[in-house]
Each structure stands twice: as structure tokens, then as C-alpha cells.
């Protein structure tokens, strides 16, 4: 079974949030476009929860499946989660996106468990640049990505934002790094979600240029059809993936995304909040599983291009 909104559009993917926490203080970070939770205690799913809300999505046919947060690995519980969710019949993926400064005394376990590829936000080698962007340390990501890549994580990839006089002269190195650890390279345009307008138009870089300089050099060029429409250039060695995200028609008319925030609500964009369809509350009051594939269907109902032109 395969869900279509009023667009055409497959429901293929469900990027699930399953906590705000992060050990990181990443000043672009958007929050899967969620509302930051400030003065009200956060609510978080169980294990329990999330496995029957995914198990629910997967017979729906969203059959590829995200974890997300917030920064995933700060769950005491991780291991449990995608120990659950990978059970579950009929999966057919199952990725995290993380800062990887975690990954590296859990990798055994989550690959054990079913974990088997992972994106790793890296947004420059530089200890002192990452620090004032992060808070963190770059050796701690760096050292998850290769102990990713080293367990057997395939593909690791790595998610680099561009920011405009802060990492954008260095996509070349991050390409060699990328090459040299065995890993994909995806350059990501900043969005404007959950930040200032002001560090939006500061720091907001455009990919065109990387772009024209991508298709010189690959030796092939792919377009991901269900992943809005992305390109891949393969270039000596190593992958590199674009995502354009903003302004951008063919990206929102290839979406083939639902999520699910950290507090169980079923959000049908990246952009909106504006149309919620609240999940976990009637599970928590006892919901059907016909119940809750019907608040699905519900949402799949709301869900429209943000860009259709």
C-alpha cells in the first residue's frame, strides 16, 4: 500500500524526531522545524510508542525510516529504539541523522540492533571554527564518523551546510575528507527555520557555484527521484549530493517525506506548523490501530508542495 496526496505524490519516508535534547549548541540548527520547547516540560514517546507508531506507518507503505532529534544519540534508550523499529515487518530502512560526536561507544550495539547507515552533520574540519559554530568538538565527530565507517555503516554520509564567510571556501577539503574516509559528501543549503532572519541573509549560501564546478568533474550524474529530485555527481572516488531546499518547485513536488515530531504529532513539512496532526494522544487514550492509520491518512490529505512554482 502506497499513500498519494492530492499532488501525486508517494508517501515513502517517515523522519521521526524522537527527542529535542542535544549535547551540542549548533546556532543554525533548525529543529526538524519543530517549535523549540521552552517553558513547558518536553514530551517524549516511549519506546513502546514509537515502535507502534512506526509499525502503523510501515503498513501504510512508509517503509524507510529517519531517526532524527534533536540529537538522537542522547536518548539513554537509542539502542532499544532502533532494536524496535528494525523488528518490525516489512521495514525496509532504517538511518539516523546525528552530530556523531556520540556514535562512538554505541556503534556496535546500534548496528547489532539493526542500524545499518547514518548521516553525520559536519560542517567544517576546523577545531576552532566548529567549536564557535557547535560548541563542541571536532575530534568527537570525526572520530564517529570513523568508527561508522569502520563498523560497516554503508554508506556514512556526511551533512555539510554551507554558510556564507563561514565554511564556503572549504567544500573542496571536505570533499578530499569525505573521499579519504569512505564516505558521501552532501552539501546542504541553510534554511530559514528557526533563525533569525538576520543570520539567514548573513550566512545564506546559494549552491549554484558548486554546482557548475560538480558537473565539470563527474564522470556521471544521477538524479534521486524520490529524495526531491536530488542530484548525485560521481566524482573520482567519492560521491557528492546536493540539497536546495529553498525556493525550490522540483524539490517540494518530489517530496516524499511525513514526520513525526518529538512529541508525536504528524507533520506533513518541513516549513509548517500550522497543520499538525496529533498521533500520540489518542494512542495514549487507547486509539485503534485503524484509528491511527486513519490520522495518517489525514495528514497524508494535508500535505501540498511549499514551493509550486
Do not use: W
Amino acid at each position: 500500500m502506497v499513500l498519494r496526496d492530492s499532488c501525486g505524490r508517494p508517501l515513502l519516508n517517515l523522519r521521526l524526531g524522537i527527542t529535542q535534547h542535544c549535547n551540542l549548541r549548533c546556532e543554525y540548527c533548525h529543529m526538524e522545524g519543530e517549535e523549540k520547547c521552552v517553558t513547558r516540560p518536553r514530551t517524549e514517546m516511549t519506546v513502546d510508542e514509537i515502535v507502534r507508531i512506526v509499525t502503523v506507518a510501515v503498513r501504510l507503505g512508509l517503509c524507510r525510516v529517519k531517526l532524527t532529534g534533536g540529537e538522537p544519540l542522547a536518548r539513554s534508550d537509542v539502542v532499544q529504539v532502533v532494536k524496535g523499529i528494525s523488528a518490525i515487518s516489512g521495514l525496509a530502512d532504517l538511518s539516523m541523522t546525528t552530530n556523531g560526536t556520540l556514535i562512538a561507544p554505541l556503534a556496535e550495539d546500534l548496528y547489532a540492533s539493526g542500524l545499518k547507515r547514518v548521516n553525520v552533520n559536519l560542517p567544517t574540519l576546523d577545531e576552532t571554527a566548529y567549536s564557535k559554530l557547535t560548541g563542541g568538538r571536532v575530534k568527537d565527530a570525526l572520530e564517529g564518523i570513523e568508527t561508522a565507517v569502520g563498523r560497516g555503516f554503508c554508506p556514512v554520509k556526511i551533512n555539510m551546510l554551507v554558510l556564507r564567510g563561514v565554511n564556503d571556501g572549504v567544500v573542496g577539503e571536505m570533499i578530499a575528507f569525505a573521499r579519504k574516509a569512505g564516505a558521501i559528501l552532501q552539501l546542504i543549503e541553510l534554511e530559514p527555520i528557526n533563525i533569525a532572519e538576520a543570520y539567514y541573509s548573513l550566512r545564506h549560501k546559494p549552491l549554484d557555484e558548486y554546482e557548475e564546478k560538480l558537473k565539470q568533474e563527474a564522470v556521471k550524474v544521477e538524479t534521486r527521484e524520490y529524495m526531491q529530485n536530488r542530484r548525485i555527481y560521481h566524482l573520482q572516488d567519492v560521491k557528492v549530493e546536493t540539497i536546495r531546499p529553498t525556493e525550490n518547485a522540483d524539490f517540494c513536488m518530489h517530496c516524499t517525506r511525513l514526520r513525526v515530531t518529538s512529541s508525536g504529532k504528524l507533520k506533513t513539512c518541513l516549513m509548517k506548523n500550522d497543520n499538525l496532526v496529533d498521533v500520540l494522544t489518542p494512542l495514549r487514550k487507547g486509539a485503534s490501530d485503524r484509528e491511527l492509520e486513519e490520522l495518517f491518512m489525514l495528514a497524508n490529505q494535508k500535505r501540498q508542495p511549499y514551493n509550486k512554482n
